[in-house]
């Protein structure tokens, strides 16, 4: 099955919670607790599937944004503040 480099990439200090679509696109997320910032994976995922990825901040809060890009092109960014800010990115289904 084809299959489309994907780089995930939250930027930030301190740490956060990152989830995000894994290696293959199969299964459930993988989580990541308390992931030191700034932090980035890049993966491949087969054709068909759509990249995601989210951070949570902790109850000390702060600011971070991720990133996600396919094939070296961002397509989408987001932004989490605040005391257990939420930001998520995705993409549209590899083609």
């Not at 989210?54 to 944004?65: F, Q």
Request: some cysteine; aromatic content about 4%; proline content about 5%.
């Amino acid at each position: 099955m084809p299959t489309a480099e994907v780089t995930y990439v939250v930027t930030g200090r301190g740490t956060a919670e990152i989830t995000y679509r894994p290696e293959g696109g199969t299964g459930a997320a993988t989580v990541v607790r308390e992931a030191a910032l700034p932090w980035r994976k890049s993966i491949r995922l087969p054709v068909g599937k759509s990249p995601t990825v989210a951070v949570v901040l902790g109850e000390s809060g702060g600011r971070a944004a991720c990133t996600v890009a396919v094939r070296g092109e961002h397509v989408q960014r987001a932004t989490a503040t605040g005391s257990y800010g939420r930001a998520t990115c995705g993409g549209e289904r590899l083609g």
